[in-house]
């Protein structure tokens, strides 16, 4: 919620407005946030009798009827949008889903939003709330270690345009959000490996002790789902409940200051300098963390060349990178993506490269005086140093499967059923252009085509949405005939 306090004041030639607002939120650390004992989420929604909800269709899958059961007990209607966002489907089109969702339900201009999901839903649906009636409440459930880690903290929302991460979006806070890990029970520990990423990178540059808990529990972490499956030691519950809280309110003390991102020496930059254009760079592309990673490897090597960073600290770090499974390089990271990197943002970070380095583990610096030939000179070491790790430095799953773009239904390859769709109706002509519609959209800004955002929009939304919408995600021969015939429809329109 905010409160905004300004006064206007006569110049010689005109007027001087200064205003002040105030911005509140809170966090809730709770264990089932769906479960009937616990009044906390719905006690936010009594005074409107109803909840529209956001949520990703995999956590539907599996929390949908549980969902159901807590706003049925309350006396809560719930209805629920589903939707599929991945990197590439992190888009306007998807934004727009959203937005006519919450026309449909008639939203009020007070009555918040649900959003549940990982870090991606959050995002999009958050950004639809911040534009829709210029100012829309929500409540956020982040259910991913990245969602509940790392997004959750930020009040920043947005959309992927281009090749460019969340290029489009808004500074709009959610009015309550609720940190409920028992989530990471059922998430797969590609995405627990993910956001495994984030906690080193806060840790590594604001708080020890962190980092030497990270360093200690590392695998044990990542296989029990931070310490919440059911086998999973008192030690490392205990380990794991310290590093989340401890995590989430270091960053929130970074960002708290600087929501609105005034100050642009951020320590939670780190890893942030050349992995946003890298990110998506690959034709199937990174998990955000291994992206990050990426990054955060070669600003260390880059310290460390500097004498920033020691050796041993160094060499302690990236073997934490490849004990966790993350990637600390790429083939695709050369130097023609650090130029590019480069220049996109210097115009981020207004002319300044304020890249965050860790010196020593614990504490941050930034450096801005870095000339092309060290940073490639660095990126050749960086690549001989990486010859000594498993893979040579590349990650475990470091990319993203079908269920992160949008087109699997719990590990279901919804896009095997539309093109089976299509043969069936003799139109697999019509699938390809459809499929292609898509990804002139995906990739139209970057190949200069000007009817690659509208293949995308009708494409996209004519048709896997209308699967959503007619199939029901239910694989009735019927609906993906429909569904098929509409994705190939919109495409060619």
Known sequence: MSDL????????????????????????????????????????????????????????????????????????????HKTKIGEKAKTIPTFLSIVDSMTEFGIYRKEPVLVVGGGLVTDTAGFACAAYRRNTNFIRVPTTVIGLIDASVSIKVAVNYG??????????????????????????????????????????????????????????????GFGRTDNAPAEVTKAADTINRDGI?????????????????????????WSPLHELVPETPLRHGHAISIDMAYSATLANSRGLLSDAEHMR??????????????????????DKGTAAILKTRDGKLRAAVPSPLGRCVFINDLAPQEMH???????????????????????VDASDTGYTENHYDESKAIEEAALTAGNLNGFMNGTNGVSNGVNGHRNGHKDG?????????????????????????????????????????
């Not at 010689?12 to 946030?33: P, Q, S």
């Not at 929009?457 to 098929?484: M, P, R, W, Y």
Request: glycine share 8%.
């Open 5 to 80: 306090k300004a006064t206007v004041s006569e110049t010689k030639n005109g007027f001087h407005v200064e205003g002040y607002e105030k911005i509140e939120y809170d966090f809730t650390f709770i264990d089932g946030v769906f479960d009937i004992k616990n009044s906390n989420l719905a006690d936010c929604y009594l005074r409107w009798g109803r909840v529209l909800a956001v949520t990703d269709l995999n956590i539907y899958n599996v929390y949908g009827k549980q969902m159901q059961r807590y706003f049925d007990h309350y006396g809560l209607e719930l209805r629920v």
């Open 163 to 224: 090749n460019y991460k969340n290029r489009l979006g808004a500074y709009h806070a959610p009015i309550h959000t609720f940190l409920d890990f028992t989530f990471l029970r059922t998430l797969p520990k590609a995405q627990i490996r993910n956001g495994f990423a984030e906690l080193i990178k806060i840790s590594s540059c604001a708080h020890l002790d962190t980092f030497n808990l990270l360093d200690k529990y590392c695998e044990q972490l990542i296989e029990t």
């Open 249 to 273: 309110h270091e960053m929130l003390k970074l960002e708290t200051p600087n929501l609105h991102e005034i100050g642009l020496d951020r320590v939670i930059a780190y890893g942030h300098t």
């Open 317 to 338: 770090l990236l073997n934490l990178f490849s004990r966790a499974g993350l990637s600390m390089d790429h083939h695709q990271f050369d130097e023609e993506i650090l």
């Open 377 to 399: 000179s660095v990126l050749r070491r960086h690549k001989e140093i990486m010859k000594q790790f498993p893979r040579n430095g590349e990650g475990l799953e470091a990319f």
């Open 453 to 493: 955002p509208e293949a995308h929009t009708n494409g996209e939304l004519d048709g896997v949405s209308k699967i959503a919408q007619q199939a029901g995600f239910d694989g009735a021969e019927h609906g993906l005939t429909n569904g098929a015939n509409g994705f190939t429809n919109g495409a060619k329109a």
